[in-house]
């Protein structure tokens, strides 16, 4: 199984200048290949690439690796293909085993080599579990270097052992996770409220000093837009941990863990602190399933569609939608009452315990997506990030 492993690096001022360069210029070669695509020209192959380093020298001081890396990247890319804006776009760059090595430096240390001589110091915050295949280097909005390298391990030898339990989970925006067994619920951890007074100001002065189309940033702008950077970045990895923390320990003791699969979209309509909420959901749905791939565990992406209607005592569905206030859950029918989540968690691991009674084969989920739970082939989550 392929994951990523990431490091913080600490380019030297020459490291830097040749990254930006060579950064630049592949995002040239990809503009150029969007072009050419967008104007029904052939598209670019190594050798147009070849014929424009011999037009261009400027062109051919950067590192051919990279380059060819980009047409790859560009082919292989199933998202629509834009343009990339040099203000939009922090410098990231893509090399396979041609392009990099890591080796032992002067000092012991073991440096990042890249392509066109490039030496970096990696901060190795913990092992590398085996030799990476690729590796991606980029800068983030805070200026900061890193390098995300690709490694196969060994499936098995993370497995955690069989419990014989299973737990369905439900998302909310007033509780971010509800499980079967309550005491796997992760109650809101609060910790946005004191960072959005402080966003929302930042924000407000990146409008005040926002420049006019054709004019430079000002100083005030690039500082206030750093700082909202930043507040967004120590967010993101508060919430990181927490979900990471709780993943830990669901993955832990539960072989089968069915998943609301909701869409972040339906949620994310109204307010700002919706989208956040939203944000932290993504986040926490994530790591769930990554880490519960990682464990060999079971993991049944289940549909949201009456979830929550459904009475998950005898099977009645309500013939109201439930309003977002009402936080119980009452059965006309059979009389069962119940916290509104718990009643859905209890649906969604119900539904996927009668898909894999049934025997059904991942591979064939795509075919019975609505009526039956997506089993998550190992397969199509692509790579989880570590
Ligand atoms: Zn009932």
């Known amino acids: ?63 051919v690796v990279v380059q060819q890396q980009v047409l790859r990247d560009f082919r292989a890319s199933k998202h629509r293909k834009r ?74 030898s993370n497995h955690h052992p069989e419990t014989g339990k299973s737990v369905g989970i439900d998302w909310g925006v007033a509780r971010p996770a509800t499980a079967t067994d309550r005491t796997f619920d992760l109650e809101h951890p609060n910790l946005g409220r004191k960072a959005a007074v402080k966003l929302a100001a930042a924000q407000r002065r990146m409008a005040r000093r926002k420049p006019k189309p054709g004019v430079r940033a000002s100083r005030g702008y690039q500082a206030a837009k750093r700082q909202a950077a930043k507040i967004h970045e120590r967010l993101r990895n508060q919430r990181r941990e927490i979900s990471r923390a709780w993943a830990a320990k669901v993955v832990a003791s539960h072989d089968v863990i069915a998943v609301e699969d909701f869409r972040p979209r339906f949620l994310a309509s109204t307010t700002m602190a919706r989208k956040a909420a939203d944000g932290g959901l993504g986040i926490l749905k994530r790591a769930l399933i990554e880490q519960g791939q990682r464990a060999g565990r079971q993991v049944v992406l289940v549909p949201p569609a009456y979830t929550t209607m459904n009475c998950a005592n005898c099977g009645t569905r309500a013939k109201t939608r439930l309003a977002l206030s009402t936080r119980t859950y009452t059965c006309a029918t059979c009389g069962n009452i119940d916290d509104r989540d718990h009643n859905a968690a209890v649906n969604v691991l119900l539904r996927a315990q009668t898909t894999l009674g049934a025997g059904l084969d991942p591979a064939d989920v795509e075919a019975v997506r609505h009526e039956h739970p997506r089993v998550l082939a190992h397969a199509e989550s692509g790579i989880p990030r570590l």
């Open 1 to 63: 199984m392929k994951v990523r492993y990431t490091y913080r690096l600490r380019p030297g001022a020459r490291a830097v200048d040749r990254l930006v360069m060579d950064a630049g210029l592949a995002r040239w070669v990809w503009n150029q290949a969007v072009a050419a695509a967008k104007a029904k020209q052939p598209w670019w192959t190594d050798k147009t690439l070849t014929a424009a380093r011999k037009e261009h020298d400027w062109l051919a001081a950067g590192s």
């Open 83 to 156: 343009f990339k804006s040099v203000r939009r776009t922090q410098p990231s760059l893509n090399y396979t085993l041609r392009g990099f090595s890591l080796r032992a430096h002067d000092t012991g240390r073991v440096r990042l080599i890249l392509a066109g001589r490039v030496s970096v110091p990696v901060v190795w915050s913990r092992p590398l579990p085996s030799v990476p295949s690729s590796v991606r280097v980029y800068r983030d909005a805070l200026g900061h270097w890193w390098a995300s390298f690709v490694v196969d391990i060994d499936d098995d």
